[in-house]
């Protein structure tokens, strides 16, 4: 379920959904950030979590679940491997950092 505290008894403890919102935001400013330059996903994992080789199953799986929903929300494509801003989400990105 997307309401459990992660972090139960921790003062700063988040529910998952407020996780999954962290990670979305997190991914859309990392691919917005260098457009428009584009990433595979393979990239985007490996810039996202620092590490060269395989990164841990769950950081991979948090930065996938974030592209998957930000494509479903309209936020972001795929082409093929490459993980692209769609034109709201760039469009919406300039405006608000004018």
Same mark, same amino acid.
Request: overall charge negative.
């Given at each position: ?16 959904? +407020?996780?999954?919102? %962290? &990670? ?15 990433? *595979? #996903? ?21 930065? +996938?679940?974030?592209? %998957? &929903? ?15 801003? *769609? #034109? ?11």
């Amino acid at each position: 379920m997307h309401d459990k505290p992660i972090g139960a008894g921790d003062e700063g403890a988040a529910t998952t959904a +407020e996780q999954d919102h %962290r &990670d979305q935001e997190s991914v859309l400013r990392h691919v917005l950030s260098i457009h428009p330059e584009v990433l *595979t #996903r393979e990239e985007l994992i490996r810039e996202m979590t620092g590490s060269a080789s395989s990164p841990a199953f769950a950081e991979r799986d948090r930065i +996938e679940r974030a592209v %998957r &929903d930000l494509v479903a929300g309209g936020l972001l494509h795929e082409d093929g491997k490459l993980v692209l801003p *769609t #034109r709201p989400a760039v469009l919406s990105h300039s405006l608000l950092d004018a």
